[in-house]
């Protein structure tokens, strides 16, 4: 593992051990070159996904973008970092054993947005302004319109 402060390319292994909800492996790590300690992170990878976008472009699935826009969408919410991450991993797990390895970048916003709205309603919401492309006002009244009818 290459040392993102030096770039040194033999880094040793610290201490390793698996995370809360088992699902990787924290790693702590130390390079002999500069003396810095950083953390990388194992995970299971079933299959190589690929994310069909509405331009018709592929690009390789990043679980990171993923967890950066809920991350975004649930920031300053009274939401556990636990359960974002069991979100997180929900999604990627139903992603992966889909069977498909292309899948339309619609169906990744549609699964963000299902587990946001039983999690967090203002951060549906957030997330949903910038995935619907909210231009106006008007674009959250009517999505909030509706979000409210829904539960009457």
Do not use: W
């Amino acid at each position: 593992m290459r040392c993102p402060f030096c770039a040194n390319d033999d880094t040793q292994v610290k201490d390793s051990r698996p995370t809360e909800d088992n699902t990787a492996i924290r790693r702590r790590r130390y390079c002999p070159a500069c003396g810095a300690r950083f953390t990388t992170f194992e995970r299971i990878q079933l299959r190589e996904l690929t994310v069909v976008k509405k331009n018709g472009q592929r690009v390789p699935f990043d679980r990171d973008k993923l967890a950066r826009s809920i991350h975004i969408a649930t920031r300053k919410r009274p939401v556990e970092p636990e359960r974002i991450e069991r979100m997180i991993n929900g999604i990627v797990r139903r992603l992966e054993s889909s069977g498909e390895s292309e899948i339309p970048s619609d169906t990744v916003g549609e699964m963000v947005m299902d587990a946001l709205a039983n999690l967090d309603q203002v951060a549906y919401v957030r997330f949903a302004s910038v995935y619907r492309n909210f231009r106006e006002a008007k674009d959250f009244e009517d999505f909030v319109g509706k979000l409210g009818g829904a539960h009457d």
